[in-house]
């Protein structure tokens, strides 16, 4: 509501919420910018394509529930798009969570983003929650793939498809959001086996053109990054790091069963 862009709309998808967020909603809806769309729980891929359905602007941008982005993000991410003729602009997410869980994986995120970004080439690796697309682009690349029913890879295979039909993406580290996503080990966990999942799926779709898998460096420097932030500290990050791709790993292999069964992929792959 405080953006200082002239003209923009902002439209809150529900993905089936139980907690009366679709009622405190639908008292702002059609009252001022905001625009209110509720949908059965089906995972963030369909809900950010329920946005796209009604979206009006030349530029569609995604942000999330647990996050807070400047008065001038909106101004920024414009500014961006007219100097570059980029079709996709990704930015930074700063965490703001104080316990170590929300901290390594917010770094190990932010690792990634920079490490792909870093020699302005055009790079998949951008996150949804500081993400902004051309409408033409994001449409005729069929928007996000709904096969996808955790958070995790959706956006990803996405800006694959843009890139490869001749697409452009940005890395802008100069524009950062706030992420406030506590998160305890349990939810670290679940959100490293949900990764673990939509790699499987980016990396196993349909086609002869998929994206690379990482390499190795790509990893090494994810644990020096993860020791630098001291000796105790950054040694238990550093392990939490390792216990996080052992848990990506773990998902990949139950979305690779999952994959396997047949009433499974009957059903479009939900589990």
Request: charged share 20%; net charge neutral.
């Amino acid at each position: 509501m405080r953006q200082d862009f002239p003209s923009y709309e902002i439209i809150v998808v529900d993905d089936g919420s139980t907690d009366g967020t679709a009622e405190y909603l639908r008292q702002y809806s059609g009252e001022s910018k905001l625009r209110f769309v509720y949908q059965r729980n089906h995972g963030p891929a369909a809900a950010r394509n329920a946005g796209l359905k009604i979206a009006d602007g030349q530029y569609i941008s995604f942000t999330d529930d647990d996050c807070i982005v400047p008065a001038n993000w909106l101004t920024r991410l414009n500014e961006r798009f007219l100097l570059s003729g980029a079709d996709i602009i990704g930015g930074v997410v700063r965490n703001c969570s104080p316990g170590i869980f929300a901290v390594v994986s917010q770094e190990i995120t932010n690792h990634f983003v920079r490490y792909f970004g870093k020699d302005g080439t055009s790079t998949a690796f951008l996150t949804s929650n500081n993400i902004s697309y051309r409408r033409t682009s994001i449409l005729n690349a069929g928007g996000f793939d709904e096969r996808f029913m955790h958070a995790g890879g959706e956006e990803r295979a996405l800006n694959y498809r843009i890139i490869v039909s001749g697409g452009k993406s940005i890395f802008a580290p100069e524009i950062m959001i706030d992420h406030y996503h506590e998160m305890d080990a349990l939810g670290f966990i679940r959100q490293q086996v949900n990764y673990g999942r939509g790699a499987y799926m980016l990396y196993s779709s349909s086609g002869t053109s998929r994206p690379a898998p990482m390499h190795a460096h790509a990893y090494s420097e994810l644990f020096r990054s993860l020791l630098r932030s001291g000796a105790y500290p950054g040694t238990m990050c550093a392990l939490l790091g390792i216990a996080a791709q052992f848990f990506v790993f773990v998902g990949f292999g139950v979305q690779m069963i999952n994959s396997l069964n047949p009433l499974h992929r009957q059903e479009g792959g939900r589990a």
